[in-house]
């Protein structure tokens, strides 16, 4: 497996344009998160799913956030509309079944809101 | 909000010096894992601890974890340069097995 794939690996916005994030996480793993890192505020996590079914989006910051996952193999993140304190690095993990396991870490992309 | 703190937020030392980082947690966990993130890259799991260890080994890694106190540590012996990184503890709850919270981090400093 190529492990967990998300794109773009940069993006450089407007603000109050619409911006997505995509994920693909490794097959047969059944929880996917969407984190943001900043310097102020670390790693936060933002929204999980598992089962394709979102289970707590108690970290997402604002009703301009918002994210899907159609099916198994694919997640959006999307902020619309975009602004300057946006700008972070999301990524996206993935882990199997069962407690006593690891998540897998996309590469991150990395957004700027101009 | 952040389940973990972390300390040192920083650290510096030479090749060969071993490096101690803290977390604590506030929740009754499950288990406590740690991550490594070099810088621009995503996090790389290194190793879990369940609640009923103590301690654990993986090659130069060694982890505690005292659920009393509500802390883990990480101890990378005989460091080198190339662990030079970002290291994260994550934390799994006892209620809700699916999330995984991270802390703030340490960024190590190991030079030649």
């Known amino acids: 497996d190529a492990g967990v794939i998300q794109s773009p690996r940069h993006e450089v916005t407007e603000m109050g344009q619409e911006v997505t994030l995509r994920c693909k996480p490794i097959?047969?793993?059944?929880?996917l998160f969407w984190y943001r890192q900043t310097m102020m505020r670390g790693l936060e996590l933002l929204i999980y799913?598992?089962?394709?079914?979102?289970?707590?989006d108690s970290g997402m910051p604002e009703d301009r956030f918002s994210a899907k996952m159609p099916n198994a193999s694919f997640s959006t993140l999307k902020i619309q509309p975009s602004e300057p304190r946006d700008s972070a690095v999301y990524f996206c993990?993935?882990?199997?079944?069962?407690?006593?396991?690891?998540?897998?870490f996309g590469q991150g992309t990395r957004l700027t809101v101009v | 909000s952040q389940q973990g703190e972390e300390d040192p937020q920083a650290l510096s030392i030479q090749e060969g010096e071993n490096a101690t980082m803290n977390c604590s947690y506030k929740?009754?966990?499950?288990?406590l894992q740690w991550y490594r993130q070099n810088s621009g890259r995503g996090l790389v799991h290194l190793i879990l601890?369940?609640?009923?260890?103590r301690e654990k080994h993986s090659g130069r890694l060694r982890v505690t974890l005292d659920t009393s106190k509500k802390s883990s540590s990480l101890l990378i012996t005989a460091s080198r340069a190339a662990d030079t990184a970002s290291y994260f503890c994550?934390?799994?709850?006892?209620?809700?097995?699916?999330?995984?919270?991270f802390g703030t981090g340490t960024r190590l400093q190991v030079f030649p």
């Open positions: 929740t009754s966990i499950n288990n």
């Open positions: 601890i369940r609640s009923n260890e």
């Open positions: 097959s047969g793993h059944n929880s």
């Open positions: 994550a934390t799994v709850a006892i209620i809700n097995t699916d999330k995984l919270i």
């Open positions: 799913f598992n089962n394709n079914v979102p289970i707590d």
């Open positions: 993990a993935s882990r199997p079944t069962g407690s006593n396991t690891e998540a897998f």
